[in-house]
């Protein structure tokens, strides 16, 4: 399998079985990716990018990194923790296992993270550094606990990928939205007056 295509986190034999043949036929033809980043036992964004990638009709790739982060590496009110540390630095770049190896094929990219002090933790940074993206459009989209995009996408664009097409500010998707208003969102941002921005 081309890239890691990822399923509900509870399931049969026969259901893993299906899934698997939907991820053969995808790699040959859908040209739209939610990749994401989730890191807390709660895994809040890696909900939201599987029904975005339903309501997109997108393949779905989860930015695993090489260390897990523990619940003391997140922990934000720690100035010592792995995260604390990594935030503080601009130039800090967690290692990414894995990678797309058919980024090729893919003309739309959704980039799903939590948002770490305001912005985009690092190691989406990483992941998009590993890539030609021009002439690609990314379009960001987050959790939080109650902030908004900020300068996220724009932070990411800046340092990792300016030759892509940023549709900005992107959305923080919180509450874990159904499909269909995924739908209406996704159709908002393809709409004339909103075409991608440099
Ligand atoms: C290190 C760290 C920093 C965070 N900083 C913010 C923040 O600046 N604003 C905010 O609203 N939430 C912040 N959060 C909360 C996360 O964005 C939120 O819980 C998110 O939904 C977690 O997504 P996940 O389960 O996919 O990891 C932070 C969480 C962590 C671990």
Known sequence: MAISLLFGACQTNDQKAAAADDASSANSSKTTLVAFFSASEERVTAQVARTLAEATDADLFEIVPEKPYTVADLN????KSRSTIEMKDSAA???????VENMDQYTT??????????TAPRIVNTFLEQYDLTGKTII???????????????????????????ILPGKV????????????????LFADDNAPKE
């Open 76 to 79: 934000w009110k720690d100035q």
């Open 93 to 99: 770049r967690p290692a990414v296992e894995g990678k």
């Open 109 to 118: 990219i959704y980039v799903g993270f939590p948002i770490w002090w305001y």
């Open 140 to 166: 960001p989209f987050a959790t939080s606990g109650g902030s908004d995009m900020g300068k996220s996408g724009e932070d990411l664009k800046l340092a990792s990928a300016p030759t892509a097409n940023w």
């Open 173 to 188: 998707l919180n509450g874990n939205p159904p499909v269909d208003s995924l739908k209406v969102w996704v159709a908002g």
